[in-house]
């Protein structure tokens, strides 16, 4: 069982600046991803949008298009965890930001969230215009 606790939001000015972390208890495989996806208020969990993911095993990376350039995930040094670097936010990314971990890091669906096991409860990112 993995069981992940994120840390870091908080309220930003437009085109400020956050790091979220995240650290995963139980084991993460080299099979695995973690990553980050946010929900917009007003929004269902169905509807939780993928931010970036990386493999555990190879350190690959994926973003959505819309924070490629301003957002930047990596694992970290202490064991299980991850940061998300969020740069020139934007009012619209306003959400609730969500670290997750999926058993299957191979998946080409990883920007799914049905696709993802694991999920922390998530850390409020709020940015002022």
């Known amino acids: 069982q993995v069981q992940l606790t994120e840390s870091g939001g908080g309220l930003v000015q437009a085109g400020g600046s956050l790091r979220l972390s995240c650290v995963a208890s139980g084991r993460i495989y080299s099979s695995f991803a973690m990553g980050w996806f946010r929900q917009p208020p007003g929004k269902e969990r169905e509807e939780r949008e993928f931010v970036a993911a990386i493999t555990w095993g190879d350190l690959r990376t994926t973003y959505t298009d819309s924070v490629k350039g301003r957002f930047t995930i990596s694992r970290g040094d202490v064991k299980n965890t991850i940061y998300l670097d969020m740069n020139n936010l934007k009012p619209e990314e306003t959400a609730r930001y969500y670290c997750?971990?999926?058993?299957?890091?191979?998946?080409?669906?990883?920007?799914?969230?049905?696709?993802?096991?694991?999920w922390g409860r998530g850390t409020q990112v709020t940015v002022s215009s």
């Open positions: 997750a971990a999926s058993s299957d890091a191979s998946s080409k669906r990883l920007s799914v969230s049905s696709q993802w096991d694991y």
